[in-house]
């Protein structure tokens, strides 16, 4: 083919692909992933609060998901009550700052399912239920984003004990929603370690999710929303407010606890990345000092033994500050 004429070809066939990724992906992100989340959970209601279990927000996150997610410090109690205090992160000082924030809201969740899937499901995005993605157990096909959801809705340890048995068990949460629903209704979504904006949340049209979500036993799944309060849809029979948690001074029982909660990152994670990026430097200088030695060798400008004593000194710089940094 002529360039000329195989240029324009290669430059459509190029256009085409685009467009059917951007087709295929359409929906399925993990933007639509968190607005399918929302309208699961709380109808897109980002005051809401769980009348009976005292889930909140945009995605009905509990005292521990916020303490996973670097929002929540804990109170010692296995209730959702929210009488300790909260770090500052995201801008979250309270209770009410929280409901009131769609974006940290957002991010929070985000960090808690990054830390679900790395910490608590895999070691790292490896082993655990990692193996099982793309398998089929009780004719349901096991995805990442479906166990996400799965275990946002039961907790990891019920998933993990779920994939182990091969299906034995079908756990479901406090509103009697079982767990292979979710893995269902929340299959095939892309996952990210950045969280959108609450804006394109807002915006997505999520598509992912199996066609047809049906029970163990043959049966649809029948949906009964959780009894909200603070904006959500409306309860019969009195209900009692949640009083907002006073903004608190964070405390932290170590210096390293609060450096967490505020960068996001242990000090030991922070070093490694330090002492990573000083190796990678100082073998690259190393090989440059190489290089250059062994150029001007080739142009005759420097005696073999100075080029070896060159690379040796540049050699043991680099021992000396390995010795440092272990």
């Known amino acids: 083919m002529h360039p000329l004429i195989a240029r324009p070809a290669r430059r459509f066939l190029g256009i085409a692909a685009l467009a059917v990724a951007t087709?295929?992906?359409?929906?399925?992100?993990?933007?639509?992933?968190?607005?399918?989340?929302?309208?699961?959970?709380?109808?897109?209601?980002?005051?809401?609060?769980?009348?009976?279990?005292?889930?909140?927000g945009l995605y009905q996150m509990g005292e521990l998901s916020l303490q996973d997610a670097g929002v929540y410090a804990g109170d010692g109690t296995k209730k959702n009550d929210y009488t300790g205090s909260f770090t500052g992160k995201y801008g979250v000082n309270s209770l009410s700052d929280f409901l009131a924030d769609p974006e940290a809201q957002t991010q929070a969740i985000t960090r808690y399912h990054n830390l679900v899937w790395n910490n608590y499901l895999t070691n790292g995005g490896r082993g655990g239920a990692a193996d099982y993605i793309g398998q089929t157990i009780n004719g349901i096909e096991i995805t990442q984003s479906g166990l996400i959801a799965a275990a946002h809705l039961v907790g990891h340890g019920k998933v993990t004990q779920w994939l182990a048995s091969g299906g034995a068990t079908d756990p479901q949460d406090q509103n009697a929603t079982k767990m292979t629903e979710y893995l269902q209704r929340f299959a095939g979504y892309g996952l990210s370690a950045t969280a959108p904006s609450f804006a394109a949340v807002a915006a997505a049209t999520p598509t992912g999710g199996a066609s047809t979500i049906v029970a163990g036993n043959?049966?649809?799944?029948?949906?009964?929303?959780?009894?909200?309060?603070?904006?959500?849809?409306?309860?019969?029979?009195?209900?009692?407010?949640?009083?907002?948690?006073?903004?608190?001074?964070?405390?932290?029982?170590?210096?390293?606890?609060?450096?967490k909660a505020g960068a996001g990152y242990s000090m030991g994670q922070v070093r490694d990345f330090i002492v990573s990026l000083i190796a990678a430097s100082l073998f690259l200088w190393l090989g440059t000092i190489t290089l250059k030695s062994f150029g001007g060798y080739t142009a005759g400008n420097v005696a073999v033994y100075d080029m070896g004593q060159i690379i040796m000194r540049a050699v043991l710089v680099v021992l000396i500050f390995v010795v440092i940094l272990q």
């Open 23 to 56: 087709v295929v992906l359409a929906g399925t992100t993990y933007t639509d992933f968190l607005k399918a989340l929302g309208q699961r959970e709380s109808s897109m209601d980002t005051s809401a609060v769980s009348r009976d279990t005292k889930y909140v």
């Open 218 to 259: 043959g049966s649809s799944y029948t949906y009964t929303a959780p009894p909200l309060v603070d904006g959500g849809s409306a309860v019969s029979g009195p209900v009692a407010p949640v009083a907002p948690v006073a903004p608190v001074a964070p405390k932290y029982g170590s210096a390293q606890q609060g450096f």
